[in-house]
């Protein structure tokens, strides 16, 4: 085969790859990453554009083997295509990485929030509970015992390693579910409304299977007596 039509055959099966390069560059380019499914979607594109490049690498490598004469010439005609995948690729993992920081940095800030509240909570359900013994003896005290004992639970939990959201590695299927459920928002408020006879008294293990009951009951979002009642929306990615 003459070198002047191998080159042909060159430019002519570089051309839609040039033209498909420049709109995966456009559509990364383009891409915001500010949450897990941008995240995802850039890492995606990321693992196409790889394989864009293996395809290109692999059409090169044809086309020069049986042309020594011209390996030159055909590699330089390659390399800008090649240069500017491995640019793009930068530019998105670049993009990925800062998303990856920022996680990390409102993880550590959210630890830091939740320990200062627990601390907080904490002393005030000692004082609460110091009150409780004082004024209502000893059938106050058990209620005394679970008050102190969930804010120091509470105060375990956020000394917990912060979560962090994990990059997507593969194409997935989202499956979104929503159920109501309670959350105890402040265990004070929750002793002092069965104290007062506002809520039964087995709430206060916490029980969280009657609450979520009582939230299903309800079915209507707003904070009572320090338990939150919402829907949860829970995302699940496989």
């Known amino acids: 085969m003459e070198i002047n039509t191998q080159r042909a055959l060159a430019v002519a099966e570089l051309n839609p790859i040039v033209t498909d390069i420049a709109a995966f560059a456009g559509t990364i380019e383009g891409i915001d990453v500010e949450d897990e499914e941008t995240q995802g979607q850039v890492g995606d594109l990321v693992k196409m554009m790889n394989h864009r490049r293996k395809k290109l690498e692999d059409k090169r490598l044809s086309l020069v ?20 995948i491995d640019e793009i690729v930068g530019i998105a993992r670049k993009k990925m990485n800062n998303f990856a920081r920022a996680q990390v940095a409102l993880a550590d800030e959210k630890k ?11 002393k005030e359900a000692q004082e609460l509970a110091a009150t409780l013994r004082k004024k209502a003896g ?7 015992d679970v008050v102190l004992e969930e804010a120091e639970k509470k105060v375990v939990q956020a000394a917990k390693p912060a979560k962090v959201a994990t990059t997507r590695g593969r194409e997935s299927s989202v499956i979104i579910s929503k159920i109501w459920k309670a ?28 609450l979520n009951d009582i939230a299903r009951e309800r079915k209507d979002p707003g904070t009572i007596h320090g338990v939150r009642f919402f829907q949860d929306v829970s995302t699940s990615v496989r």
Do not use: S, W, Y
């Open 65 to 84: 083997k049986p042309l020594n004469g011209v390996v030159n010439e055909i590699n330089a005609l390659f390399k800008p295509p090649r240069d500017r």
């Open 112 to 122: 830091r929030q939740a320990e200062a509240t627990a601390r907080a909570e904490r």
């Open 138 to 144: 000893q059938e106050a005290a058990v209620v005394a």
């Open 183 to 210: 959350q105890v928002v402040d265990i004070i408020e929750l002793a002092k409304a069965v104290v007062d006879g506002k809520l039964p008294t087995h709430v206060l293990e916490p029980n969280m299977t009657a």
